[in-house]
Each structure stands twice: as structure tokens, then as C-alpha cells.
């Protein structure tokens, strides 16, 4: 599998543990590109897309309006032909499938579009049913019935299974359209700011909903919005802009990372923000036992940050060990901030997973604030 977009916080145990267990994505995108018009007026609206998503997971796609965010989730969803670029959704090669597989995969996604298109003169229950009857025709009225009513009632509109979309509010239109993407058991929703019409508790209620789907039955779950009150539920957020994936962040992992960096002392005094801009260029890079991180002598390039292992720190032609650093600690910052040949050698004493800054962006961070900087330097003292 190559290595997919500009991501880089994608240290996860579990994606390792996956992949060994040959668990394939839920959803597959390999140079993925896409224009809409013709001729002179061909406008291109999705750059070389790479993205992994695995069953279970929850995304939370960001971006600016016009960044392509609806025109991927629409790709993905089968509700535009691929142009150029592979994309697998659900097993199926998006770019060489046959109508009737892609009549099969439609099935086994739930669409939740901020357009609620409920039918006037239906109930909710029947609103709801019509999913169903789509999804699974030939099967039972009664049971159909039945697991509408729930599906409703795991949205918080148990008491309207009865009430037409005029007797209800936006909020519980909203939750109809949302029991209706659901109802059918989808493998993968796809959801177009399911929240923004709704108040905190209802926006929990389906949050909690959708969390519960992930974790007990496998679903994937694909969720375009800025609403920010759900971000907590994402595992990983992509942000597109201008029609590329910037940045793909397993949440987690990237609050992990950025309090490591908030307590190392040589960063106390950057702002949030730099700390987290730092945090996205950090490049994962793990070392097996006995590695030679850092030879003494050798020019400074790079900055680490143990996420996890043991690393000991030698010196000297006997190469004594001075220090023992573990998780949470950093070296490497000396040769970077004096311009000096590294003063010891670093081995790794278990398997160990660093996280590395290059020259240049640990100077852009620390330069940041010149007071700062010197008092940098005034504290390198400590550690000679
Ligand atoms: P640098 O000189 O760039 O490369 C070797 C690194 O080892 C050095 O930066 C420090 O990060 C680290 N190091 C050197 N001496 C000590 C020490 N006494 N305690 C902890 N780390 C050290």
C-alpha cells in the first residue's frame, strides 16, 4: 500500500494492527481528479486525491466552500462517474464498474443531505420506510414499519413517528432525513452538515448515534461539516483546500502530540497555533531496537520527539551513557540551535516510534519570538 496524501500525525497502533490482519479500506482514493465543464471552460476541481479510510472509522471532512469537499463525497457516494484517478469504495473499483454492481453498492450507503427532501404527505414512519423499500424491496411491510419506528426513536423522535414534515420543526425534519440515511443498515454513511439545524442535545443524540454505528457494527462514517460543537467524535479530520487534501489528522493522535510538545520547556512560550502548525510537520518515523538516531560529530538536520520508546544518549570514545530519554522527551535540538556538530550519539534502547522536525521548520518555530530564542539558548547551558 503506498503512503496515501501529505499526512503525517498518522501514528496509530491500530492502522498497523489492521493492516496485518490484511483488513483492506473501506474507501480507497489513488490520484484521484476530477473537472466539471467542457472544452475552455474545463475547470478542475479535485487535485491527485490520495485517501484511506478503514471500516469503522469516522471522518470529518473540512474545508473552505469550493474546496471540494461535496464533489468527493459525491464521488464516493457513486453520484458522479469517476474521471481520472482510481477510487474503491466498499470493495468496488469506482472507475471500471458495472451499473448493476453500482445499483448493489448504493445500497449499502446512507446518504444525509442538509436537503431534507421528505415527502409532504408521508409521515415520518412512512418517510422513513421509503429508505427501506428502496434498499430492501420485496420485504416485509410490517417489519419495515417496525424498524423505521426505532430508527426514529434513536434519533429522539419516538413521539412523531405520526406527524408530517409540516408539523415538524427544521431540526426534527432534519432527524427524519437522518433515520431515513440509517435505517437500511448502510456499511458507509455519507453525511452533508447533519447537524447544522439542530440544537446541542439533538446534535448529541445523533453524534452519539453515529459513534455507536462505528464502534458496534463496523460503519464507516464520512461527515462534511464546520460545525465544530461534533469535531470530538472524528478519529480523523481531512481538510481540502483548493481541491487537495491538506492535511488528514487522526484527532488522537495529533492532541497527543501537540501536550508532548506543550510540555517540553524549549516550546513552554510558542502560541497554540504554532504549536499545532509544528505538530502537522512532524514526520513519524519508527527505529528498532539499537537504531543510531543521531551519530556525535555529524551535522544537526533534524529535531525528534520520542512518542514512544527509550532512546539512550552516549558520548565520547567509550561512549558513556549519560541520559536515558523516554517518552514525551526531545533531543536533538542542540546542533540545530548552535550550529555546532551534535555533542553525543543517540541509540534507541527498545523499538521505538520518533516524531521528527526538519532544520527548517524547528528554526521557523522557535524564531518565532526572539526573546524566546534567547532564552533558549541561555537554557541550553543546563544540558552541556
Ligand atoms: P544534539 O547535539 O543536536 O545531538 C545530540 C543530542 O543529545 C543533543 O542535541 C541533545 O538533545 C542530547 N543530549 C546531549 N547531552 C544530553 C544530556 N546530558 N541530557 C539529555 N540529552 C542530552
Request: with cysteine.
Amino acid at each position: 500500500m503506498t503512503a496515501p496524501t501529505t499526512n503525517t500525525l498518522r501514528y496509530d497502533p491500530s492502522w498497523r494492527e489492521r493492516l496485518a490482519q490484511g483488513q483492506l479500506p473501506a474507501i480507497s482514493a489513488r490520484k484521484l481528479q476530477h473537472y466539471y465543464g467542457t472544452g475552455e471552460l474545463r475547470k478542475q476541481v479535485l487535485y491527485d486525491n490520495n485517501l484511506e479510510i478503514f471500516p469503522g472509522e469516522i471522518i470529518i471532512m473540512t474545508g473552505p466552500s469550493g474546496s471540494g469537499k461535496t464533489t468527493l463525497l459525491t464521488l464516493i457516494g457513486t453520484l458522479r462517474r469517476v474521471q481520472e484517478g482510481e477510487l474503491v469504495v466498499l470493495d468496488r473499483p469506482l472507475h471500471q464498474v458495472s451499473n448493476a454492481d453500482l445499483l448493489k453498492l448504493r445500497r449499502e450507503i446512507g446518504f444525509i443531505f442538509q436537503a431534507h427532501n421528505l415527502f409532504d404527505s408521508l409521515s415520518a414512519t412512512q418517510n422513513v420506510r421509503m429508505a427501506l423499500e428502496l434498499a430492501e424491496p420485496g420485504g416485509s411491510r410490517r417489519d419495515q414499519t417496525q424498524r423505521s419506528k426505532e430508527m426514529l426513536e434513536k434519533v429522539g423522535l419516538g413521539q412523531r413517528t405520526g406527524h408530517k414534515p409540516k408539523q415538524l420543526s427544521g431540526g426534527q425534519k432534519q432527524r427524519v432525513a437522518i433515520a431515513r440515511g440509517l435505517v437500511h443498515k448502510p456499511r458507509l454513511v455519507l453525511a452533508d452538515e447533519p447537524t447544522a439545524a439542530l440544537d446541542e442535545l439533538s446534535g448529541r443524540t445523533v453524534v452519539d448515534l453515529f459513534r455507536k454505528m462505528a464502534k458496534e457494527e463496523n460503519v464507516t462514517i464520512i461527515i462534511v461539516t464546520h460545525d465544530n460543537r461534533i469535531l470530538d467524535v472524528a478519529d480523523r479530520i481531512v481538510n481540502l483546500v483548493d481541491g487537495s487534501i491538506r492535511s488528514d489528522v487522526l484527532v488522537q493522535e495529533a492532541a497527543i502530540v501537540s501536550q508532548m510538545l506543550v510540555k517540553c520547556d524549549l516550546f513552554k512560550h510558542l502560541t497554540p497555533r504554532s504549536l499545532a502548525e509544528m505538530a502537522d510537520r512532524l514526520q513519524h518515523e519508527p527505529f528498532e531496537t539499537g537504531a543510531e538516531v543521531i551519530r556525535e560529530g555529524g551535522v544537526g538536520d533534524k529535531f525528534y520527539l520520542i512518542r514512544q520508546g527509550e532512546v539512550a544518549v552516549l558520548r565520547g570514545s567509550e561512549r558513556e551513557q549519560i541520559a536515558t530519554l523516554g517518552e514525551g522527551d526531545f533531543f536533538g535540538e542542540m546542533a540545530l540551535l548552535t550550529g555546532h556538530p551534535r555533542n553525543a550519539s543517540v541509540v534507541t534502547l527498545k523499538d521505538t516510534v520518533l516524531y521528527s522536525l526538519s532544520q527548517e521548520h524547528f528554526q521557523q518555530a522557535i524564531s518565532e519570538q526572539a526573546s524566546f530564542e534567547t532564552e533558549i539558548r541561555n537554557s541550553l547551558f543546563d544540558r552541556q
